[in-house]
T-cell receptor, first 113, second 118 residues
């Protein structure tokens, strides 16, 4: 019930390409879905997030697509750059609750020049 | 600048030693968390706190203990370290976002403490 499943585990994309990472959740009580970006030697940092009242959220080159009926959401990175090479985590939580987030397994993205 | 600090960043110790990982935040957040990050990258919540004198165990069972005597400080202690405790430990704090994610608890992570037990 609490699990968040993320795929793929690793992804290699050419510079300028589109990177797509997918996540699925089970608990329908989740109402907050953030994506975190982690560079080597650093802690994860919030990249972008979405609430289930919208189907898409875009910030610059980063877009979250959300499908409430399928209980799935995905991160799209347009015009991927070598500087985007990092580990990406999706997560899910309940606003107004403990603030706890359940994280996906992570995706290592490598953008080749 | 508001931030969250973890020390030490790297620690190599022998089996049976007692260790304390320090975590401090300057954002005045009530909620704080410890996540364990496996070598395969997955993050598991092992402890959290709603405020001073409040601590709860997370979803992943851990032999470590935590304390919250001051709002800004949330140390994690292992009384007797074992090789199975080798991992990266990430501390985080959260406060209600008043901006683009209004109402959500936005987690801010420290850089992590990488523990190796020989």
């Amino acid at each position: 019930q609490q699990q968040v499943k993320q795929s793929p585990q690793s992804l290699i994309v050419q510079k300028g390409g589109i990177s797509i990472i997918n996540c699925a959740y089970e608990n329908t009580a989740f109402d907050y879905f953030p994506w975190y970006q982690q560079f080597p030697g650093k802690g994860p940092a919030l990249l972008i997030a979405i609430r289930p009242d919208v189907s898409e959220k875009k910030e610059g080159r980063f877009t979250i697509s959300f499908n409430k009926s399928a209980k799935q959401f995905s991160l799209h990175i347009m015009d991927s750059q070598p500087g985007d090479s990092a580990t990406y985590f999706c997560a899910a939580g309940i606003i107004g609750n403990t603030g706890k987030l359940i994280f996906g397994q992570g995706t290592t993205l490598q953008v080749k020049p | 600048e508001a931030d969250i600090y973890q020390t030490p960043r790297y620690l190599v110790i022998g089996t049976g030693k007692k260790i304390t990982l320090e975590c401090s935040q300057t954002m005045g957040h009530d909620k704080m968390y410890w996540y364990q990050q496996d070598p395969g990258m997955e993050l598991h919540l092992i402890h959290y706190s709603y405020g001073v004198n409040s601590t709860e165990k997370g979803d992943l069972s851990s032999e470590s203990t935590v304390s919250r005597i001051r709002t800004e400080h949330f140390p994690l202690t292992l009384e007797s370290a074992r090789p199975s405790h080798t991992s990266q430990y990430l501390c985080a704090s959260s406060g209600r976002d008043r901006g683009r994610y209004s109402g959500a608890n936005v987690l801010t992570f420290g850089a992590g403490s990488r523990l190796t037990v020989l």
